[in-house]
């Protein structure tokens, strides 16, 4: 049966990583941790940092706490997931699809959420500090207590969000061009 690139490319990462465990002496249980990981997703390990888990479907699921620093999520499902408390520190979640999730209290700080779908989502006090959300659409999401330091947001979508504290919100970086609806009246941002 012909493999596609992705499916060659899950398989040659499994190997690498099954060669470099049996060369370790790492125990028969890290190599089934490895060997889940890679070929379907599986999040049975606590740090899944810098892992390419492109286009993994995690819909529902519980990540509380999970570590996913540098990851590749690009195109995940995340709809309805639990990552309150997860580090997706410099994570890359272009297109990632969080709908619904639940990320209190998660560390998003430098990741890039370009075209991410992070509507209906509960991000009460997230670190967004950095981040890169181009497109990015938060509408209807609660909002309350975000760091928003230095976060890249052009062209977002913030309609009608639960508590956007819209005074952090525009000095944080470029709320210019984000649509929020309702406005910022308080502030004049509009």
Not at 135 to 154: E, P
């Amino acid at each position: 049966m012909p493999m596609n690139g992705a499916t060659m490319q899950s398989y040659k990462v499994a190997f690498a990583m099954l060669v470099a465990l049996s060369t370790s002496g790492a125990g028969q249980d890290a190599v089934a941790q490895t060997e889940q990981v890679a070929g379907n997703c599986d999040v049975a390990l606590a740090d899944l940092s810098n892992r390419n888990l492109q286009g993994c479907d995690f819909q529902g699921r519980d990540l509380k706490g999970k570590r996913f620093d540098g990851a590749d999520l690009r195109g995940a499902l995340l709809i309805q997931a639990d990552l309150s408390g997860a580090s997706l520190v410099k994570a890359n979640l272009h297109e990632a699809n969080l709908t619904a999730a639940k990320l209190v209290g998660a560390n998003l700080q430098e990741a890039t959420l370009h075209d991410a779908i992070i509507t209906d989502a509960d991000l009460t006090k997230a670190n967004l500090s950095s981040a890169k959300a181009k497109r990015a659409d938060f509408s209807r999401s609660r909002l309350t207590g975000v760091n928003w330091l230095g976060t890249h947001v052009i062209n977002a979508a913030l309609n009608k969000t639960t508590d956007l504290d819209c005074s952090v919100f525009e000095s944080a970086y470029s709320a210019a061009r984000a649509k929020v609806d309702p406005p910022c009246v308080s502030s004049g941002f509009r």
